[in-house]
């Protein structure tokens, strides 16, 4: 089970930091994403990052002001949100599965993460 947190409402310019801890599950080798919907929208995926690799790969809106990380002492992912946009709210996700190889990771996050098996609830991020 993963449990997504961190999110809020914050003013653009600001920044946030999101954490998705799985429970009872300790990663190894998955493939890692995360994910936002925005009212009306499709999901798309916003950045992927695989845990037996390491290196990470953000889509083109969120690169340069986005950052996803692991903690394997503490078994969660992250992303760190700067220079937030108000198109940047949507509820966002995060989302694993171990099948896949570092190099499915990254076309299957950008595709928006259909094949992901493992899956969070969601939190929120507004951005005005």
């Known amino acids: 089970q993963l449990v997504e947190s961190g999110g809020g409402s914050v003013q653009a310019g600001g920044s946030l930091r999101l954490s998705c801890v799985a429970s009872?599950?300790?990663?190894?080798?998955?493939?890692m994403g995360w994910f936002r919907q925005a009212p009306g929208k499709e999901r798309e995926g916003v950045a992927s990052l695989h845990t037996a690799v390491g290196t990470p790969y953000y889509a083109d809106p969120v690169r340069g002001r986005f950052t996803i990380s692991h903690d394997r002492t503490k078994n969660t992912l992250y992303l760190d949100m700067d220079l937030l946009k108000p198109e940047d709210t949507a509820m966002y996700y995060c989302?694993?599965?171990?099948?896949?190889?570092?190099?499915?990771?990254?076309?299957?996050?950008?595709?928006?993460?259909?094949?992901?098996?493992?899956w969070g609830q969601g939190t929120q991020v507004t951005v005005s």
């Open positions: 009872g599950y300790t990663y190894g080798s998955d493939c």
């Open positions: 989302a694993a599965d171990l099948r896949w190889s570092s190099a499915q990771c990254i076309p299957l996050m950008l595709a928006g993460g259909v094949e992901f098996a493992d």
